[in-house]
T-cell receptor, first 114, second 114 residues
Framework: AQSVAQPEDQVNVAEGNPLTVKCTYSVSGNPYLFWYVQYPNRGLQFLLK??????LVKGSYGFEAEFNKSQTSFHLKKPSALVSDSALYFCAVREKGPDNDMRFGAGTRLTVKP | KAGVTQTPRYLIKTRGQQVTLSCSPI?????VSWYQQTPGQGLQFLFEYFSETQRNKGNFPGRFSGRQFSNSRSEMNVSTLELGDSALYLCACQGDRVNTGELFFGEGSRLTVL
């Protein structure tokens, strides 16, 4: 079965600095990987995904993530953080195949301070 | 196009009662998944329905059940409520038959069990 780990409950960065939110995954086959963001009292919003191809994927709001198969990681990055990026971030994995569900990590709370 | 609609948004129940939550997916999206979100646990997968059939199921007790109708609308039911069932219940849909696509989330139904 597929699973996701987000090793950091909380990440704090200063505005303008680069940010990284870590994610590692475990699947028995090929993974589809996703990042979502959640603002207070809202559902999750899709940021980006890796399905196949280039290991570096770019998504919404200037975010990007790098798929690293050897390290089974899919870390979320942004070159310059904004205060408005403060939110709860979830990494998710789905094993390739028509009948596999999507599993999420526990989430990482990102706080960007002015 | 309209997004994912979940009703009710907020509800309060007492222990031992039962509750039914509703989800209307984006038009044309036949896959509907349900997740339970609690602080510290992240999103826990409950079940997924596709074309009125349960396709996947998470590790929840039989008190949690769901169904999907021919118009793709879905309901989940929790019987004999316990305090630990207090959570945000999120519904998500997708339109991609082969599961490479992202999920589209509703804003959730926040259940409080007293």
């Amino acid at each position: 079965a597929q699973s996701v780990a987000q090793p950091e409950d909380q990440v704090n960065v200063a505005e303008g600095n680069p940010l990284t939110v870590k994610c590692t995954y475990s699947v028995s086959g090929n993974p589809y990987l996703f990042w979502y963001v959640q603002y207070p009292n809202r559902g999750l919003q899709f940021l980006l995904k890796y399905i196949t191809g280039d290991n570096l994927v770019k998504g919404s709001y200037g975010f990007e993530a790098e798929f690293n198969k050897s390290q089974t990681s899919f870390h979320l990055k942004k070159p310059s953080a904004l205060v408005s990026d403060s939110a709860l971030y979830f990494c998710a994995v789905r094993e390739k195949g028509p009948d596999n569900d999507m599993r999420f990590g526990a989430g990482t709370r990102l706080t960007v301070k002015p | 196009k309209a997004g994912v609609t979940q009703t009710p948004r907020y509800l309060i129940k007492t222990r031992g009662q039962q509750v039914t939550l509703s989800c209307s997916p984006i038009s044309g999206h036949r896959s509907v998944s349900w997740y339970q979100q609690t602080p510290g646990q992240g999103l826990q997968f409950l079940f997924e329905y596709f074309s009125e059939t349960q396709r996947n199921k998470g590790n929840f007790p039989g008190r949690f059940s769901g169904r999907q109708f021919s118009n793709s609308r879905s309901e989940m039911n929790v019987s004999t409520l316990e305090l630990g069932d207090s959570a945000l219940y999120l519904c998500a849909c997708q339109g991609d038959r082969v599961n490479t696509g992202e999920l589209f989330f509703g804003e959730g139904s926040r259940l409080t069990v007293l």
